[in-house]
């Protein structure tokens, strides 16, 4: 048996091999775009997922904030019947108390001024008005 290496032979073997490879390309190329089309489905309903919880909770927020507005409410209601009810036992004064009650309605009707406590500050001990070297600041 004898084996003859011609040009031709070996031109023949070049052109079958990547002919070979087509279909498995073609293969790859299709399992690649099929994942791809997967990813873009997935990120779809995550972004909408995303988007239900971002509303969920512009609604928890929406109550939350009418909830607080209604007990800023209540407590200005509660701060202004306080200062009503010691006005009205004192009907010789009913002038000044009605001067009085004008100028506190004026506070009452700012519930976020009204609805916080002022901090008391503590007086000065005799041994710190002795001292006059040091100044004491309170902020």
């Known amino acids: 048996m ?3 290496y011609s040009a031709e032979s070996v031109a023949l073997r070049k052109t ?12 790859l190329f299709i399992v690649s775009y099929g994942i791809l089309t997967m990813l873009v489905f997935e990120q779809g309903q995550t972004i909408e997922s995303q988007r239900s919880l971002i509303r969920e909770m512009l609604k928890d927020s929406t109550q939350l904030a009418a909830l ?3 007990l ?3 407590d200005g209601k509660r701060v202004q019947e306080k200062a009503s009810v010691p006005a009205q036992p004192n009907s ?5 108390s009605a001067a009085g009650a004008k100028g506190s309605e004026k506070e009452t009707k700012r519930p976020g001024k009204s609805a916080r406590s002022m ?3 503590p007086g000065k001990p005799a041994a710190d008005l002795e001292d006059v070297r040091r100044s004491t600041r309170v902020i």
């Open 72 to 74: 800023a409410r209540d």
């Open 119 to 121: 901090k008391q500050v």
């Open 2 to 4: 004898t084996v003859i």
């Open 92 to 96: 010789a004064d009913s002038r000044n």
């Open 68 to 70: 607080k507005g209604k």
């Open 16 to 27: 079958s091999r990547p002919t070979a490879i087509l279909p498995l390309l073609v293969i």
